[in-house]
């Protein structure tokens, strides 16, 4: 069955940085595009960042441009976001999901606290 | 960036109860690029309708989506318990900026 397993959250201070990483299994993952998306504590959801199955073809929001980088890794079945420059308002759930269009699986997420 | 705005904010209705939630769109949604999510607390999103009115894998006949361009619904026929929860409209019609509304609570009355 399809499974993916944020991991890498943590607590940070503002201006730091933190790589997550999302490992999949139960599906071919090198066909998906794939997607970090986040939710703030009691808030709705928000797309962060959205990645090719080759990862030619990348998109992120205008709230993390310049400061996230998404990646992956087809050969180890992994999806990361590099987050540089963190701020306050970057604490949330982190979730990663396949992308089909809409978002058919997702992670159990992972919690990024940006505090000092 | 298209805003989705969902609507009521909370809906408070009873077991066996129709329910109707609302998503509407600052313009035309393309191919009804649009889907639907429940949300439990302490839980992942759960894809529910696609392209509009499309139930994903495993969701039940009761939950249906209808619309198109700028105004979408989501219905839950008769709700059970386990329907009480967030949900959540997200249009996915332009890779370069996805949004998702703001969410409707459906608690018990």
């Known amino acids: 069955q399809v499974q993916l397993v944020e991991s890498g959250g943590g607590l940070v201070k503002p201006g730091g940085s933190l790589r997550l990483s999302c490992a999949a299994s139960?599906?071919?993952?090198?066909?998906?595009?794939m997607s970090w998306i986040r939710q703030a504590p009691g808030k709705g959801l928000e797309w962060v960042s959205y990645?090719?199955?080759?990862?030619?073809?990348?998109y992120y929001a205008d709230s993390v441009k310049g400061r996230f980088t998404i990646s992956r890794d087809n050969a180890k079945n992994s999806l990361y976001l590099q987050m540089n420059s963190l701020r306050a308002e970057d604490t949330a759930v982190y979730y990663c999901?396949?992308?089909?269009?809409?978002?058919?699986?997702w992670g159990q997420g992972t919690l990024v606290t940006v505090s000092s | 960036e298209i805003v989705l705005t969902q609507s009521p904010g909370t809906l408070s209705l009873s077991p066996g109860e129709r329910a109707t939630l609302s998503c509407r769109a600052s313009?035309?949604?393309?191919?009804?690029?649009l889907a639907w999510y429940q949300q439990k607390p302490g839980q992942a999103p759960r894809l529910l309708i696609y392209?509009?009115?499309s139930r994903a894998t495993g969701i039940p006949d009761r939950f249906s989506g209808s619309g198109s361009g700028t105004d979408f619904t989501l219905t839950i026929s008769r709700l059970e318990p386990e329907d009480f929860a967030v949900y959540y409209c997200?249009?996915?019609?332009?890779?370069?900026?996805?949004?998702f509304g703001q969410g409707t609570r459906l608690e018990i009355k």
């Open positions: 999901a396949r992308s089909i269009g809409p978002f058919d699986y």
């Open positions: 139960g599906f071919t993952f090198s066909d998906y595009y």
């Open positions: 990645i090719s199955s080759s990862g030619s073809t990348i």
């Open positions: 313009q035309s949604v393309s191919s009804s690029y």
């Open positions: 392209g509009a009115s």
């Open positions: 997200q249009q996915y019609g332009s890779s370069l900026s996805i949004t």
